[in-house]
């Protein structure tokens, strides 16, 4: 049986784990695979993600160095981490290494699970019919900002745990599954993904920064459909 459970990755052994960060990381990971990335390598620092571009580009491959830190594209970067720089023309046939704040930091404390998927509204439904299609606990891991849960990933991870219940897929009778009660009552509560997104802390900094049209591109459903996976350490589409 299949049993969402949320947030804590410290049950994931033999699970699958989703990653999430809806603000930005896991959108832009989703959009820079459907735009033909070659693979996004995920990073833990702005040191790491610059020597393993640079051991890349010795070995002749053309990689990309994206990323942020306080949101803001780190200096000598290709990319920031916004969803609309990693299109065809600028990701096509490369791969991509990415370093972010929370994101990429979260993808790394889920080293445990079976297997580990990224997931953002981008890629909302492909997600959904992986997950349905799979065994095992599934653990919807929000990458939050410092470790804190934040509404958007929240509300991502209910949109998710009602469509597996409504999939007959996945059940939240189980008593690790109150986390995933909450989202799920959270996620029927507030059907405007744009208007919980803007109303985020994520989503205000964006603002801040003014970079409001990316929340319109994380808020869109299945705009980038692939599922990403992380295999060895390059994250690459199921096929
Ligand atoms: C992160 O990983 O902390 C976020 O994706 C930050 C951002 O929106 O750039």
Known sequence: HFVP?????DMLAGGTAVVIDVLRASTTVCHALHAGADRVVPCGSVEDARETA???RAKGEAALLGGERMCVKVDGFDLGNSPVEYTAETVGGKPVVLTTTN???ALFRCLEAREVLVGSFANLSALCERLAGGDGRVNLVCAGTDRNLTAEDALFAGRVAN????AG???????????????????????ET?????????????ARLGRESDIEVCAAADSAPVVPRLTG????PVS
């Open 233 to 236: 350490d390059a994250l690459r």
């Open 163 to 166: 469509r597996l219940v409504e």
């Open 103 to 105: 994101g990429t930091a």
């Open 169 to 191: 897929s996945g059940t939240l009778d189980h008593h690790d599954a109150d986390p995933a009660r909450l989202a799920a009552t959270f996620a029927t509560a507030n059907p």
């Open 54 to 56: 640079a051991a890349l």
């Open 194 to 206: 744009a208007a919980v997104l803007h109303d985020s802390r994520g989503g205000r900094n964006l």
């Open 5 to 9: 459970a949320l947030f804590t990755p």
